[in-house]
């Protein structure tokens, strides 16, 4: 396994123009466990640096590309991942005469027409476009979304470019499966690129989500939105995943992951309309200032995953067998899901927790960092049939495992990860959502009425549940237990 890890390290390389250092790391006369997985490692770690050198001289869609292959956490080896994860925040910036040129051509007017004050420095600058702070004649403080002016006429060479290097590496190496990420880029990067396609998920999801009194979205400003230039509301927040942000300013960490993890379950259960691009720097948090409440700002509405009925169907039902770890169930939904025999390594990679612990129910207790390790380290022994499974899952799916992995890493970062509650409410949107489903296609009133009677008590159980949670976590709770101890003692 080590060997096809290796050898996956080198094709990637190939595929790349990145070099590898040979046998220099091997030494042939003394090939011991450790010395071999170190040399694994630095060749995974050169390959990724190489990539990501790549990546920032190609600028564009190699960025795009490069940051979903640096979300992939329990994916792919940590040594790409780690590397790649920079282009989030570092990726390459458009000088001020392109911005002034993008908005000349689509607002036909300069800069100092429309705004009052414009910040030179961007708020962010990442793949497809950078961000801008600005004051319009108005006085509304607004945050300027513009594209980098060669991304639209590059990012047609350069998925073609990809799609040959990847069929070239194919040939060479049949287990070479990433063809996924061509046909991905494919899909999404014209929609990426259309900033009014983006302001209409903003809007779809801001009105979907509207009953979630915490969520902001950014309010789109159309009389100055193009294809390339977008303005919208101007809102500032410290990231997600900072947790000293938030303890600075009173904001409870607990409830922001809680929340998160509401909105989400919302969106790909009940809704089947996901924000896939959930990284910190696209989640912001504040606390209001009036109300004393905290706020999630959800940004960058540009990559939308729209799920099949019965895709979510599926879905659900698997997440409610690996809630409650029947086995049975997870193998049935997995292998509707495309995984066929690889199910226990699906089951892995969508929980990110050892099969053990799947077995034993995910809910049963919290990742400990012995198997975050263990997990992390088996991307790269089992990189050919984790790329086989990407190959082989529908394409909805892709875009999920990467949503579940960023979600994850902002709950590792927040020291959150795995608590009862995220399953709680998972398990309350898969309830509804099956019911909705349920009821959709029932023709008796009386069976209508049962599902719903069905729904209420699944529903009336979880909060029940949850409730003991929070009666055996809190004072009055250890109160009531220390007091029943009292009297079972006295009765004796």
Not at 60 to 88: M, W
Request: with cysteine; net charge positive.
């Amino acid at each position: 396994m080590a060997l096809r890890a290796l050898k996956f390290a080198s094709l990637t390389a190939a595929a790349s123009g990145i070099y590898l250092y040979g046998n220099r790391f091997l030494d042939p006369n003394d090939f011991g466990v450790v010395r071999v997985g170190r040399a694994i490692a630095t060749v995974h770690l050169r390959s990724a640096e190489r990539l990501r050198e790549l990546c920032c001289s190609n600028r564009g869609t190699f960025i795009k590309v490069g940051q979903h292959l640096g979300a992939l956490d329990y994916l792919l080896p940590e040594e790409y991942t780690r590397t790649l994860k920079v282009l989030h925040s570092q990726a390459p910036q458009s000088t001020r005469q392109e911005i002034e040129q993008v908005i000349r051509e689509d607002l036909g007017k300069e800069i100092k027409e429309l705004f009052v004050s414009f910040e030179d420095t961007p708020l962010g600058a990442a793949s497809l476009a950078q961000v801008h702070k600005a004051v319009l004649q108005d006085g509304r403080t607004v945050a300027v979304k513009i594209q980098h002016p060669k991304v639209q006429a590059q990012s047609s060479k350069d998925i073609l470019l990809m799609e040959i290097l990847l069929l070239v590496v194919k040939q060479i190496f049949p287990d070479f499966e990433f063809m996924w990420l061509v046909e991905e880029a494919k899909k999404n990067l014209p929609l990426e690129l259309d900033f009014l396609h983006e302001g209409r998920n903003a809007e779809k999801v801001a009105h979907m989500l509207k009953n979630f009194d915490f969520l902001k979205v950014p309010r789109i400003y159309w009389e100055l939105s193009t294809s390339r230039v977008l303005l919208m509301e101007f809102m500032e927040g410290g990231q997600v995943n900072d947790r000293a942000y938030m303890e600075r300013n009173g904001i409870n960490v607990n409830e922001i992951s809680r929340n998160l993890g509401k909105l989400y379950s919302e969106m790909i259960f009940v809704n089947g309309f996901v924000h896939c691009d959930p990284h910190p720097g696209n989640v912001l948090v504040k606390k209001c200032p009036v109300s004393g409440k905290a706020h999630i700002i959800l940004l960058d509405h540009g990559l939308y995953q729209v799920l099949s009925e019965s895709f979510r169907m599926d879905y659900c039902r698997l997440w409610q067998a690996l809630i409650k770890a029947d086995m049975k169930r997870v193998q049935k939904y997995s292998r509707r899901l495309g995984a066929g025999d690889l199910y226990p390594l699906f089951a892995c990679m969508l929980t990110a927790r050892s099969w053990e612990s799947v077995n034993r129910g995910i809910d049963q207790s919290p990742v400990s960092a012995s198997e975050d390790m263990e997990i992390r380290s088996n991307a790269a022994a089992y990189l050919p049939q984790i790329t086989q499974l990407l190959n082989n899952v529908p394409r909805q799916m892709l875009l999920l495992l990467k949503t579940n992995d960023l979600l994850r890493g902002i709950e590792s970062a927040l020291h959150t990860r795995a608590s009862a509650s995220s399953f709680l409410n998972m398990s309350r949107c898969c309830i509804r959502a099956v019911s909705t489903y349920q009821r959709s296609k029932s023709h008796s009133l009386y069976r209508r009425a049962q599902i719903s009677l069905t729904e209420a008590l699944s529903l009336w159980q979880i909060n029940l549940y949850e409730l003991f949670l929070w009666l055996k976590g809190s004072q009055l709770g250890n109160w009531v237990i220390a007091l029943l101890r009292r009297m079972q003692h006295f009765t004796y």
